[in-house]
């Protein structure tokens, strides 16, 4: 204990030798940040990995929040066509009548072949109105009259030409939603020319 008492007692009284001591124990700079430097590049790789992460998981969920909106949208304009195609008057045979005691008729052109698309389904705005044709046969705005071998009539307007025009003349593509379509998907119809 005496020794202990001389010791501080010493350090106390010769202030300047103690701290030469504690100068015997400082590690060199160089070699802190050597021994720290490993430590460093570490967390700086982890940070460098999480933000990363993060960025991919940030570039993932847009990319999905747009797909779900092209969905929504498209959902949409699905609904938007239906509803259109319920207030338009639906062609049946009460059309049939109708143009019978309208007594519309027009220049015969034959037989044509009909396929059906959906405008809507295509991200066309057009309507289901027109029919796609041959321009060379019926040019843009030409009407006609289309009847069925049940006697249905359709009365359609030539707003479009599709890829079978060229090879094809004597074929039609009806615009028609798609809960629509006749099961049969061709159908073969007299078509006359109404102005």
């Known amino acids: 204990m005496a020794i202990s008492l001389l010791i501080v007692n010493f350090i106390e009284v010769n202030p300047t030798q103690a ?23 570490r967390a700086k790789l982890i940070k460098e990995r999480q933000k990363a992460a993060i960025e991919e998981l940030t570039k993932n969920a847009k990319a999905e929040q747009a797909k779900m909106d092209a969905q929504a949208k498209a959902q949409e304009e699905q609904k938007q066509a239906q509803q259109a195609v319920t207030q338009a008057p639906t062609p049946t045979a009460n059309t049939t009548s109708q143009a019978n ?68 003349p004597n074929q039609l593509d009806v615009a028609m939603p798609n809960s629509q379509v006749p099961a049969a998907g061709i159908l073969y119809a007299t078509v006359e020319v109404i102005g």
Do not use: C, H
């Open 101 to 168: 005691t309208q007594n519309i008729s027009g220049v015969n052109k034959g037989t044509f072949k009909l396929s059906f698309y959906d405008p809507a389904a295509l991200g066309s705005n057009m309507g289901y109105g027109g029919v796609a044709a041959n321009l060379s046969v019926f040019p843009k705005g030409t009407r006609l009259k289309i009847t069925l071998s049940d006697g249905t009539v359709w009365y359609r307007v030539v707003n479009d030409t599709g890829g079978f025009a060229a090879a094809n």
């Open 19 to 41: 701290a030469s001591e504690k100068t015997n124990y400082n590690v060199s700079t160089s070699l802190v940040n050597d021994t720290i430097k490993p430590v460093r590049m």
